[in-house]
């Protein structure tokens, strides 16, 4: 079997990265491929569940085209700037161009120590692997861009953490894994030829039709900030919370990267905080959007140097330029609450229609995907449905009142009800992946079994279909299952 690499970023000068083989591991074994995706870049699914294969995604062997490398980044940590951060644990192994001609990364996520390790091992624990592989997926599943899971795979040795785990090794794939953080790597070093490389790079790879403006690196920077507006207006559209958005876990495509302390809002509270190590909640579930425009502000300073000879008109351009997050936010949010609300024909006024139901939910700490899904039943008509919706909230009278205006709101649209519960459903999952059910999944792949955590990656790839009415996955967290708090990736 031979995977025909073409490995762009290996062709961008030495500073970018460093030269790397993985280190070997004991006795790798597969737990899961992924072979719809495997087939979409264009990779046979059984060579790679073959021992050559598993060999690669374990990081013991790769095929002669490959160019193995670990990236050099910088990046913010929860505000403290780093100014050398890197792929500590992981390896690029190559660029593939799949079978729709989009050219994707394959990345080893735990595949041993690198130059950029620092105190850390190189190495990741199971848990943090399934957990990635899982939500990952999940989030793909729901049409949020995001990066990949190819394959987890276990390594028969272990790692010392605050107990001792078995180690696993992660097959990521992403558009690319640029981050707002490589930028600033060059930036602080006042490198301004890299930073020209990278950026050059980037258009090519994810903004090719910014070439064709009168300012590439301004177009470059433009389409970033919509792509992440759009996407953090998603995550909130689906409850979903980062945990973790330093500079260096912000990507350029626009794509969602690193699962690590991640988590997805059972009761609705805007200022949810699960990461552990999120003291002050500077990544809160609401904080989301504004720490964007925080990260992107990072960005934009770094390109300074690119978007015009002019020191004083470039901070312009910048600051111009970044003013239009707070719009690119606030569109893509209204039009996916909306759609969430079952509107197909927007106005100005149904964003105060979605916050009372939003401010009706946190009150009681209604659930947030069954609420939105059992919102999405009902029919213009009072029915027996009502309940199922009224249930997830405390305030009855509030509640049905909310529920009057909504329908008030739906006779002034063409659509039938049958097509917007198509819509709604299509919008708001019946699914998604609960963080007590993850840590089930991770509960058990400790302990040997992979059935949970397959049968749980499973029911998430289809998210919007009708579950049967005795289907746990769907069920919030009975008050001995709540998780309260998540933990780093590592
Ligand atoms: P992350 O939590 O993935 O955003 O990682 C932040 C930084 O810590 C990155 O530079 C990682 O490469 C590094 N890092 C995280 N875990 C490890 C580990 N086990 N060994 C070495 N470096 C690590
Ligand atoms: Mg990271």
Same mark, same amino acid.
């Given at each position: 079997m031979t995977i025909h690499f073409d490995n762009s970023y290996a062709r961008l000068p030495e500073q970018f990265y460093t030269r790397q083989v993985a280190a070997p591991v004991p006795e790798p074994e597969l737990v899961r491929l992924n072979a719809p995706l495997a087939a979409d870049l264009g990779l046979d699914a059984d060579w790679l569940a073959s021992p050559a294969g598993v060999a690669m995604l374990a990081g013991n062997a790769f095929p002669d085209n490959a160019a193995p490398l670990s990236m050099a980044y910088a990046g913010h940590q929860f505000g403290n700037w780093v100014p050398q951060l890197?792929?500590?644990?992981? %390896?690029?192994?190559?660029? $593939?161009?799949? $079978?729709?001609?989009?050219?994707?990364?394959?990345?080893?996520?735990?595949?041993g120590p690198t130059p950029w390790s620092r105190r850390g091992d190189g190495r990741a624990a199971l848990g943090p692997v399934l957990r990635e592989y899982v939500v990952s997926e999940a989030m793909a599943a729901l049409g949020v861009p995001t990066t990949r899971a190819l394959a987890a795979v276990t390594t028969g040795e272990h790692v010392i953490r605050e107990d001792r785990l078995p180690g696993g090794v992660l097959t990521r794939v992403a558009a690319s894994h640029?981050? $707002?953080?490589?930028?600033?790597?060059?930036? *602080?070093?006042?490198?301004?030829?890299?930073?020209?490389a990278l950026a050059d790079h980037v258009i090519d790879r994810h903004y090719p039709e910014a070439r064709e403006t009168d300012n590439p690196f301004a177009a470059m920077l433009e389409g970033v900030i919509a792509r992440q507006a759009r996407l953090i207006a998603r995550w909130l559209s689906l409850g979903f919370i980062h945990g973790v958005m330093n500079t260096d876990n912000m990507t350029l495509s626009g794509e969602t990267i690193d699962y690590g302390p991640c988590a997805f809002l059972d009761e609705y509270d805007p200022q949810k905080v699960f990461s552990s190590i999120d003291q002050f909640g500077r990544y809160a579930y609401g904080n989301q959007p504004s720490i964007g425009h925080w990260n992107l502000a990072n960005l934009a300073q770094s390109l300074v140097p690119l978007l015009d000879d002019d020191g004083d008109k470039a901070v312009e351009t910048a600051k111009d330029l970044l003013e239009g997050y707070g719009t690119a936010f606030a569109d893509a949010y209204a039009a996916e609450?909306? *759609?969430?609300?079952?509107? *197909?024909?927007?106005?100005?006024?149904?964003?105060? %229609?979605?916050?009372d139901l939003l401010k009706l939910m946190a009150a009681g700490g209604a659930d947030f995907t069954n609420t939105f899904r059992a919102l999405s039943a009902l029919g213009r008509k009072a029915g027996d449905a009502d309940d199922g919706f009224l249930g997830q909230l405390i305030e009855?009278?509030?509640a049905g009142q909310w529920l009057a205006a909504w329908r008030n709101r739906l006779s002034e649209e063409m659509r039938d009800d049958a097509g917007r519960i198509a819509a709604m459903k299509a919008t708001n999952p019946a699914i998604i992946a609960r963080n007590h059910q993850v840590e089930k999944a991770i509960a058990a792949g400790y302990a040997g079994d992979f059935s949970v955590f397959h049968a749980l990656t499973e029911a998430l790839a289809d998210p919007f279909a009708d579950r049967s009415a005795d289907d746990t996955l769907t069920l919030p967290p009975a008050p001995d299952q709540v998780v309260h708090q998540t933990f780093c990736g590592t």
């Amino acid at each position: 079997m031979t995977i025909h690499f073409d490995n762009s970023y290996a062709r961008l000068p030495e500073q970018f990265y460093t030269r790397q083989v993985a280190a070997p591991v004991p006795e790798p074994e597969l737990v899961r491929l992924n072979a719809p995706l495997a087939a979409d870049l264009g990779l046979d699914a059984d060579w790679l569940a073959s021992p050559a294969g598993v060999a690669m995604l374990a990081g013991n062997a790769f095929p002669d085209n490959a160019a193995p490398l670990s990236m050099a980044y910088a990046g913010h940590q929860f505000g403290n700037w780093v100014p050398q951060l890197g792929d500590g644990r992981a %390896l690029l192994i190559g660029e $593939v161009i799949d $079978v729709h001609g989009a050219r994707r990364d394959i990345q080893l996520k735990g595949s041993g120590p690198t130059p950029w390790s620092r105190r850390g091992d190189g190495r990741a624990a199971l848990g943090p692997v399934l957990r990635e592989y899982v939500v990952s997926e999940a989030m793909a599943a729901l049409g949020v861009p995001t990066t990949r899971a190819l394959a987890a795979v276990t390594t028969g040795e272990h790692v010392i953490r605050e107990d001792r785990l078995p180690g696993g090794v992660l097959t990521r794939v992403a558009a690319s894994h640029i981050r $707002v953080g490589t930028f600033q790597y060059f930036y *602080a070093r006042q490198d301004h030829e890299a930073l020209r490389a990278l950026a050059d790079h980037v258009i090519d790879r994810h903004y090719p039709e910014a070439r064709e403006t009168d300012n590439p690196f301004a177009a470059m920077l433009e389409g970033v900030i919509a792509r992440q507006a759009r996407l953090i207006a998603r995550w909130l559209s689906l409850g979903f919370i980062h945990g973790v958005m330093n500079t260096d876990n912000m990507t350029l495509s626009g794509e969602t990267i690193d699962y690590g302390p991640c988590a997805f809002l059972d009761e609705y509270d805007p200022q949810k905080v699960f990461s552990s190590i999120d003291q002050f909640g500077r990544y809160a579930y609401g904080n989301q959007p504004s720490i964007g425009h925080w990260n992107l502000a990072n960005l934009a300073q770094s390109l300074v140097p690119l978007l015009d000879d002019d020191g004083d008109k470039a901070v312009e351009t910048a600051k111009d330029l970044l003013e239009g997050y707070g719009t690119a936010f606030a569109d893509a949010y209204a039009a996916e609450m909306a *759609a969430k609300i079952g509107i *197909a024909a927007p106005r100005d006024d149904d964003m105060t %229609l979605a916050q009372d139901l939003l401010k009706l939910m946190a009150a009681g700490g209604a659930d947030f995907t069954n609420t939105f899904r059992a919102l999405s039943a009902l029919g213009r008509k009072a029915g027996d449905a009502d309940d199922g919706f009224l249930g997830q909230l405390i305030e009855p009278d509030a509640a049905g009142q909310w529920l009057a205006a909504w329908r008030n709101r739906l006779s002034e649209e063409m659509r039938d009800d049958a097509g917007r519960i198509a819509a709604m459903k299509a919008t708001n999952p019946a699914i998604i992946a609960r963080n007590h059910q993850v840590e089930k999944a991770i509960a058990a792949g400790y302990a040997g079994d992979f059935s949970v955590f397959h049968a749980l990656t499973e029911a998430l790839a289809d998210p919007f279909a009708d579950r049967s009415a005795d289907d746990t996955l769907t069920l919030p967290p009975a008050p001995d299952q709540v998780v309260h708090q998540t933990f780093c990736g590592t």
